[in-house]
């Protein structure tokens, strides 16, 4: 008999550790805002004028060692990379934010970058996808769609997010 495929059994074995870093990387501390706070325009302060730095100069790499109980051997050591909520379209500069982000996970050495969903906020450009993605290429990378990739498009369309997000992450590889 076959054992249960590898690429079958990483998301099962992932889920733990990657909410774990989730978990980890929204606690650093400092100030939040919630959805309803999030500047909806460019009519704002600047902000590398208000923190020195602009927001795509301002992501941060944390390092976290999460201890998985009953983990396979081949398993064990692997260098992961988890990204998530790209939001793209949510504010002006936040491609240049989530294509920072996709160039220091690729300069960080991860084994495998885990893209964890909500792609593409609001708008219709859906190759920002191809662009944000474009330092991944040829590298293992596992997808999944969150729950705003489930939602239809701003013209009412049920299902057009997920199949334009779906094809994009295909496009990107």
């Known amino acids: 008999m076959r054992s249960f495929p590898r690429r ?3 998301p099962a074995l992932l889920a733990p550790a990657l909410l774990a870093l989730a978990a980890a ?4 501390g400092g100030p939040r805002a919630d959805a309803g706070t999030l500047p909806d325009d460019s009519t ?3 902000p590398a004028d208000v923190y020195g730095v602009s927001a795509a100069q301002n992501v941060v ?27 793209l379209g949510l504010w002006p500069d936040n491609e240049k934010v989530a294509l920072a982000a996709t160039q220091k996970a690729a300069a960080s050495g991860a084994e495998l970058v885990v893209l964890l969903g909500d792609y593409v906020a609001r708008g219709d450009d859906y190759a920002a996808i191809d662009r944000v993605l474009a330092p991944l290429k040829g590298r293992r990378v596992m997808a ?7 939602t239809e498009d701003t013209q009412g369309n049920p299902d057009s997010a997920r199949i334009k997000t779906v094809a994009a992450l295909l496009r990107s590889g």
């Open 44 to 46: 704002g302060p600047n």
């Open 61 to 87: 790499v944390t390092p976290v060692e999460i201890e998985v109980p009953d983990l396979p051997p081949g398993w064990s050591g692997l260098k992961i990379a988890a990204l998530s909520d790209f939001q």
């Open 8 to 10: 079958l059994l990483a």
């Open 25 to 28: 990387a929204c606690n650093r």
């Open 144 to 150: 999944v769609l969150g729950t705003a990739d489930e």
